[in-house]
């Protein structure tokens, strides 16, 4: 029989360098997950440690299932906030917000409910930060990032659309200004099409994990325009036509 993954250590040592702003060269030997199952068992662990999930994030995978990471509540901020900067700073990505108007409840009814969501579920322009628990996360396996919640720091939810029938995804003119300089990148555009079958997959996911979609979560699908390093600037504005504007304060 093969001993049992002790997720509860990993997330001790995670949990220990969110609260002390001391990163990880690497989780030791015994502890690094060596499975998306072990990661997912760290991420549920942490989130025993933070409090309730507030949503997710997921992208997927053009040759394998989509990897994800529940949110907690936590770390979710509203547009205008001002938040303080780690040590270890952040890089932001322009992204879209899925918000669920009720809850998905069962395994056959994610399916369902995703494909009327354009008809009644709002969406969001949002931000994502990302700030490792690690020293530098791309010289690890991909298993360690993904148990330290895909190295989620934040989502900041802007402001609503909640008629956008008419909204092409694929062509959304996303800007972005740090400290008023425009910050010239292509944008990463997926159309819903794309993107509803990988809000079915997490919908399912979710389910198996205890952690069913619920009213008020919001599920961010991957990167628009970034990730941008953050740096020493301390204004972001995030615009989108149809959306308004998302603004967020830093203070290092």
């Known amino acids: ?139 690890l396996s991909p298993f360690s990032p993904i148990a330290d919640l895909q190295s989620n720091a934040g989502v900041i939810l802007g402001p609503e659309m909640a008629d956008w029938r008419d909204l092409p995804l694929e062509a959304l003119q996303l800007t972005l200004d740090l400290d008023r300089e425009r910050i010239g990148l292509p944008v990463k555009n997926a159309s819903f099409a794309a993107t509803l079958p990988v809000l079915v997959w997490l919908a399912n996911h979710a389910v198996a994990r205890g952690h069913g979609l619920k009213r008020g979560d919001a599920v961010i699908t991957g990167a628009r325009i970034g990730p941008v390093s953050l740096g020493a600037r301390s204004r972001m504005v995030a615009s989108c036509d149809g959306f308004g504007d998302l603004l967020a304060e830093f203070q290092h």
């Not at 969110?18 to 068992?41: F, K, N, V």
């Open 1 to 139: 029989m093969s001993p049992i993954y002790p997720a509860q250590e990993a997330a001790d040592l995670l949990m220990r360098s969110r609260i002390d702003g001391h990163p990880l060269a690497a989780l030791p030997d015994h502890l690094a997950p060596d499975t998306l199952a072990q990661a997912y068992a760290v991420q549920d662990a942490t989130l025993e440690r933070l409090g309730p999930s507030g949503g997710w994030k997921v992208a997927a995978k053009p040759e394998s299932e989509p990897r994800c990471a529940v949110i907690p509540a936590c770390n979710f901020y509203q547009s205008g906030a001002l938040i303080p900067v780690p040590d270890a700073g952040f890089d932001v990505e322009v992204e879209v917000a899925f918000v669920f108007a009720r809850d998905l409840v069962g395994r056959d009814t994610p399916m369902r409910r995703m494909r009327s969501q354009k008809r009644s579920d709002p969406i969001h322009l949002a931000i994502e930060l990302i700030s490792s628990r690690f020293v530098d996360r791309k010289k």
